[in-house]
């Protein structure tokens, strides 16, 4: 059965972020990491709230108790802070899975048909086992290269300077190209 934490480890525990703490503060790469030391040196070494330290450092207080936990539960000589952040944080598929389901569409490419987006896009919903929006195909056809030869089909050898260009809808012109008529007096 585990033990509660005694007041002294607890004690030790804060002495340790607060060495930590210093040590951040003097060789701080990036204001971030700034932030960290500052967040836990002001409430723990000056006594200040952590209200009060959020104002002196500009930032909200669950701001503040984010960079203390950071700086809290990061071991020593860790990654920076933020060093992970970037890239697709809410991504259906990796690349290479992504990748992986479209060269069962190049097949159809390869032999001069164009690809119906609706096909891939019934074909992801499937493997994915939930509904997805059209954009979610659309971007996943343009991250991998597939550029739009007609509407509503992709085709994996195009490039753009070889796109067709569509017709308006049933002959219209574009109103910024209609000639004003000349006004009639009477």
């Known amino acids: 059965m585990p033990r509660a934490a005694s007041s002294s480890d607890r004690s030790g525990n804060a002495r340790e972020?607060?060495?930590?703490?210093?040590?951040?503060?003097?060789?701080?790469?990036?204001?971030?990491?700034?932030?960290?030391?500052?967040a836990v040196l002001?409430?723990?070494?000056?006594?200040?709230?952590?209200?009060?330290?959020a104002e002196m450092?500009?930032?909200s207080v669950p701001t503040v108790g984010r960079l203390r936990r950071w700086l809290k539960t990061t071991p020593p000589n860790e990654q920076?802070?933020?060093?992970?952040?970037?890239?697709?944080?809410?991504?259906?598929?990796?690349?290479?899975?992504?990748?992986?389901?479209?060269s069962t569409f190049k097949n159809q490419g390869r032999d001069g048909q164009g690809i119906v987006v609706k096909s891939i896009w019934q074909a992801y919903e499937a493997m994915l086992g939930r509904s997805v929006p059209d954009s979610t195909i659309y971007r996943l056809l343009q991250r991998h290269g597939w550029h739009n030869a007609a509407r509503g089909t992709y085709h994996g050898k195009t490039t753009p300077a070889s796109q067709r260009t569509l017709p308006s809808a049933s002959g219209r012109t574009h109103p910024s190209t209609r000639r004003a008529r000349p006004i009639e007096s009477a």
């Open 17 to 38: 972020v607060v060495r930590r703490a210093r040590l951040l503060l003097e060789r701080a790469a990036t204001a971030a990491e700034l932030r960290a030391a500052q």
């Open 42 to 53: 002001f409430v723990d070494d000056y006594g200040l709230s952590l209200r009060q330290t």
């Open 57 to 59: 450092m500009g930032c």
């Open 80 to 102: 920076a802070l933020h060093a992970h952040w970037g890239g697709r944080r809410r991504q259906n598929f990796s690349f290479a899975e992504e990748k992986k389901f479209l």
